[in-house]
């Protein structure tokens, strides 16, 4: 289980990346799909991760310490969110670029989606990225308490037909308000950075 999780830094670019041997997992997903919140309900800490109702809210890398060196997750910005400038928007993209392809310490991918929609090509070509560059992928399906029970099986489906889910990766349904199926996504990391 996570027992300590631990804020280091937040990074723009290359230069604020830490330079050591420690494995990483990086969460992506579109804005407001709960990636900051879920790193939250994760680590059973309220505040870790800034979190807002409102998209946009994470802008730079962050970086967390997970049981004191096992590992580090990264917190990103979202992507599809409209109201930021095309210098932002430039920007954000060198950024995940350059971390996603060049990154030494990344591992693997947490990939979050919103149960409750259909992916976008932004969650296609990320996901579609991920498998060309060979990526492990675990898929979190989240605000599954917002669903009718009726439309979970449908939705899930639905979702990894678009994306083309390889089936050789995870997809967890998760609620990060009432913490449906939290307790099993340390071991899914876990099994992420071993394979
Ligand atoms: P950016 O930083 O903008 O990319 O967004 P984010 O993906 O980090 O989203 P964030 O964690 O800030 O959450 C966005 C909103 O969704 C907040 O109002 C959260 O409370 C809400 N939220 C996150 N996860 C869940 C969930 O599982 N269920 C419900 N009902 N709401 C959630
Ligand atoms: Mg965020």
């Not at 990086?26 to 900051?36: A, E, I, P, Q, T």
């Not at 090509?121 to 560059?133: A, G, W």
Request: net charge positive; hydrophobic share 35%; charged share 25%.
């Amino acid at each position: 289980m996570i027992k300590t999780a631990t804020f280091i830094k937040s990074a723009a670019d290359k230069s604020g990346w830490i330079e050591d041997n420690m494995p990483e997992i990086c969460f992506v997903g579109r804005s407001n799909v709960g990636k900051s919140t879920f790193i939250n309900a994760i680590t059973n800490q309220n505040k870790l991760a800034k979190t807002s109702s409102t998209p946009g809210k994470t802008r730079l890398l962050n970086f967390f310490e997970i049981n004191k060196g096992e590992f580090r997750i990264v917190d990103a910005p979202g992507y599809g969110y409209a109201k930021v400038n095309i210098n932002q928007k430039v920007a954000f993209g060198q950024m995940m670029d350059d971390y996603l392809t060049t990154r030494p310490n990344l591992v693997g991918v947490c990939m979050l989606v919103d149960m409750r929609h259909d992916p976008t090509n932004d969650d296609k070509e990320m996901y579609n990225f991920f498998k060309e560059v060979g990526l492990k992928v675990l898929i979190i399906g989240t605000k599954l308490d917002k669903l009718k029970k009726n439309d979970i099986l449908k939705n899930e489906k639905k979702i990894k037909q678009i994306i083309n889910f390889d089936e050789h990766d995870t997809f967890l349904k998760v609620s990060n308000t009432s913490k449906t199926n939290i307790n099993l996504v340390y071991n899914l990391l876990v099994q992420l950075l071993n394979e």
